[in-house]
T-cell receptor
Framework: EAGVAQSPRYKIIEKRQSVAFWCNPI?????LYWYQQILGQGPKLLIQ????????DSQLPKDRFSAERLKGVDSTLKIQPAKLEDSAVYLC?????????????FGPGTRLTVL | GQNIDQPTEMTATEGAIVQINCTYQ??????LFWYQQHAGEAPTFLSY????GLEEKGRFSSFLSRSKGYSYLLLKELQMKDSASYLC?????????FGPGTRLSVLP
């Protein structure tokens, strides 16, 4: 079974530039999550999708971050414009269902450096 | 919010036993996950506890006390490859909250 795919793996941009990350979840997984993990900290949930609908985006900085999951499969996360404090690893995860007992499977992450 | 607390760093010796503690807020709590994360890699699932008690899975065991808001991950017969961060995560409804992670260093 193929895992969660993410691209790019690394990205370096200057502040005020825009960047987009892509995620392809495990086939059949209805729930998709985007997390931000700053070095030395645990992952922080940015947004959770159930199919193509948003379940929770309460911690997404909506003035600069946006995400979509058209057709309920792949997802993109965009930052526009980027700030220095956005430097982090952006992890995508998926689970079969949104219920509280379901294990999340993580992708390798995209390491973003904002200069 | 649902604060998850765990020690920042721990050190142990190869072959030893180490216990990593995690405390969490009990309001709205469903269950407790433990993930392992090697440096530069994605987290991988270790265990999930929803009932009180100890669940053993090979060298790793996880314990939960719902009334105390407390969990621990027990690693036996430590190996060098166990050097990693261990993330405690609580599920609340459909939300997941991760702790800061405990960085475990296993020394020869």
């Amino acid at each position: 079974e193929a895992g969660v795919a993410q691209s790019p793996r690394y990205k370096i941009i200057e502040k005020r530039q825009s960047v987009a990350f892509w995620c392809n979840p495990i086939s059949g997984h209805a729930t998709l999550y985007w997390y931000q993990q700053i070095l030395g900290q645990g992952p922080k949930l940015l947004i959770q999708f159930q199919n193509n609908g948003v379940v929770d985006d309460s911690q997404l900085p909506k003035d600069r971050f946006s995400a979509e999951r058209l057709k309920g499969v792949d997802s993109t996360l965009k930052i526009q414009p980027a700030k220095l404090e956005d430097s982090a690893v952006y992890l995508c995860a998926s689970s079969l269902d949104p219920g509280p007992n379901n294990e999340q499977f993580f992708g390798p992450g995209t390491r973003l450096t904002v200069l | 919010g649902q604060n998850i607390d765990q020690p920042t760093e721990m050190t142990a010796t190869e072959g030893a036993i180490v216990q990593i503690n995690c405390t969490y807020q009990t309001s709205g709590f469903n269950g407790l996950f433990w993930y392992q994360q090697h440096a530069g890699e994605a987290p991988t699932f270790l265990s999930y506890n929803v009932l009180d008690g100890l669940e053993e899975k090979g060298r790793f065991s996880s314990f939960l006390s719902r009334s105390k808001g407390y969990s621990y991950l027990l690693l036996k017969e430590l190996q060098m490859k166990d050097s990693a961060s261990y993330l405690c995560a609580g599920s609340y409804g459909q939300n997941f909250v991760f702790g800061p992670g405990t960085r475990l260093s296993v020394l020869p």
